[in-house]
Every structure is written in C-alpha cells, then in structure tokens.
C-alpha cells in the first residue's frame, strides 16, 4: 500500500497543526497535504511520520521537521514558475514539497548514497525536480543561476558567498546559521552591493560539510 485514507487524515490534521503554529501561506499547506511524507522515510518510523518531529534517514542524517519545512518555504517568498536551488536533498521530501507547488527545483546533496536513493524514488513517486546534483552545496550550482530563491537545510557557520552571488537581485536565501543549534537567517539580496538580513527562531540541523562523500 503505498498512499490510503488514513495517511490522507493523517496529513489533513498535520496541516491543521502548522496553522495553528502559525504558518499561513496556502499553497505550502496545499502541497504538504499531498505530499505522502510517510514513504520519504525507513518503515519502522513511517508510523510517526505526520508527526511535527523530525526523524532520522540513512547515514545518520534527517528529514526535516514538517514545521521548519513550512516556515522556510514560506521565508523563500516564493510561487509557482520560480527556479529553486535548495541545499540538503536528504530525503527529497523538501524538493517534494516545493515541486508540488509547482517550483523548478535544483537540489544538491553531498552523500552519493542518499543522492542516488533520492532521485530514483523523487522520479518513482512521480516528482520531478529540473536537477538532483551530486556536488557541494557550498559552491551552488553555477549552471543554472541566478535562482529566485534559495534554501539550504543543512546548518551553516556562515553565509557562503559563492550562493549569494547566483541568488537573483531580489532574490531570498534561507539559511540557518549557527554551530550546535541555529538562527533562522532570511538574506534579501537587493542589489551586488545591498542586502538585509532578518533573523528568526532557534532550529537543529545537521550540520553543512564541506566536499563530497
Ligand atoms: N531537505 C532534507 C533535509 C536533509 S538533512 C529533507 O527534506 O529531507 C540535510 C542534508 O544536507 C543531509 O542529507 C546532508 O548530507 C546534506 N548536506 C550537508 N552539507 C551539504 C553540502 N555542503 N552540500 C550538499 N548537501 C549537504
């Protein structure tokens, strides 16, 4: 059984939990209420997965809490057409979300074994991110810039510069920002020379390595 009713419920009362945590942007609820999150995840947690918890995926990394992929998504200011460079494929389910909502997405992870797991079952659940990129997020993805939006969900020491510069003048960064737990950082780029920054909430993330595994 891949998707049923009772995953539908499930979902259904997730969403009623964000707005009450005060999410509000429609379309980011619309598309976690499609979004089967229980099948981004190993099957012992799959029970749990409308839960507003993160959980562990392989290689010891996690899938977001649905909370913070709300809050980021709706930081990004974004909507359907925009072109997104997210930062941390992990499970996919980030790239899911925003693809349901109709983004062009460009995701990069670092760990080859999570990279090659998520792309075939992104395309097996019928979700079609422009690019899945096996590389360092630290330096972006040049090819396709600049980008509407970018959002990294992996914990940075700082804001890396190369991203900044294939962010879209106008264009938004969300990044959380700190060693063993981070600040939510919105970063509008105004102009090359120009920006500015608004902070949020305290979060966890794994953290943002350099190089590739
Ligand atoms: N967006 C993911 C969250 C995964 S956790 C989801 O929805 O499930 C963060 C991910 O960022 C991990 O998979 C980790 O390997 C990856 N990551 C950390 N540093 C990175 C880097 N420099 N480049 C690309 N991916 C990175």
Do not use: W
Not at 89 to 104: D, H, P, R
Not at 105 to 125: G, N, P
Not at 199 to 210: A, H, R, T, Y
């Amino acid at each position: 059984m891949l998707d049923s009713f009772k995953h539908q419920g499930l979902r259904n009362l997730l969403v009623e939990k964000l707005r009450l945590k005060g999410i509000k942007n429609e379309a980011i609820l619309d598309a976690i209420s499609k979004v089967p999150r229980h099948l981004f995840m190993d099957s012992s947690f799959s029970d749990h997965a409308y839960q507003d918890k993160a959980f562990p995926i392989s290689s010891g990394q996690t899938i977001s809490q649905p909370y913070t992929v709300a809050f980021q998504t709706e930081l990004l200011n974004v909507s359907s057409g925009d072109k997104v460079l997210e930062i941390g494929t992990g499970s996919g389910y980030q790239a899911a979300v925003l693809c349901e909502m109709g983004i062009k997405v460009y995701t990069i992870e670092r760990i080859k074994s999570l990279f090659l797991k998520s792309k075939s079952f992104l395309t097996s659940i019928n979700y079609h991110p422009k690019k899945i990129i096996y590389g360092d997020g630290f330096l972006g993805y040049d090819e396709k810039a600049p980008y509407d939006a970018i959002i990294v969900t992996a914990g940075a020491k700082e804001i890396p510069k190369d991203l900044v510069t294939q962010l879209k003048n106008g264009g938004v960064m969300v990044i959380p920002i700190g060693n063993s737990s981070q600040k939510m950082i919105q970063y509008c780029k105004k102009s090359n020379s120009e920006f500015e920054i608004n902070e949020f909430g305290d979060f966890k993330f794994v953290p943002m390595l350099k190089d590739t595994i």
